[in-house]
């Protein structure tokens, strides 16, 4: 072998490992990319689902707390029926409208949390709107009194359940 047969023999070595080189980097970036984009979508997915959960819990927090407030002035006598904001109190529209999209972003466990806080809530309403017909709650000794408190503390465990389960589900 001459010196200009090595020389080419070095060459071609030269280009066919520059080659090997450059698809193995374009390799690894494409991967890379992949992976990226994988780990992006993850994220926004993860910010839908906190985003479907705050939103609910904010939604049934506010909503117990206006229907805590109903519960308490008929046990105190004090809710003057004719001037009472019943209607925006005891309207679970937004809390359906939460309950729905936790159930499009998921997972199976926080939409059957969702559906389960919804029933603990709106439990409530039928109670107070029949308490409000008599024109009050009897007191503790009164059996309609005694159930809305029960519903109260069941809805109190629901949202409570549907956090804890939320902060699981988004560590």
């Known amino acids: 072998m001459d010196t200009g047969s090595v020389a080419l023999l070095g060459a071609v070595a030269g280009v066919l490992g520059a080659a090997v080189g450059g698809g193995c980097a374009i390799g690894a970036a494409a991967l890379t990319g992949r992976k990226q984009a994988a780990a992006q979508h993850s994220h926004w997915r993860r910010q839908l689902r906190r985003d479907a959960y705050a939103s609910l819990l904010s939604c049934a927090f506010k909503k117990s707390g206006e229907i805590d407030k109903v519960q308490t002035a008929l046990l105190r006598g004090s809710l003057d029926l004719a001037t009472a904001a019943l209607p925006p109190a005891l309207e679970l529209e937004a809390l359906h409208e939460a ?30 709107l029949l308490a409000v017909e008599q024109g009050s709650l009897g007191g503790e000794d009164d059996l309609l009194s005694f159930e809305c408190e029960q519903r109260r503390r069941e809805a109190s465990e629901a949202l409570e359940a549907f956090k804890v389960l939320a902060q699981r589900l988004l560590d």
Do not use: F, K
């Open 99 to 128: 309950c729905n999209l936790v159930a499009l972003e998921g997972p199976q466990a926080a939409s059957r949390a969702a559906g389960e806080l919804l029933t603990a809530i709106s439990g409530r309403v039928p109670l107070l």
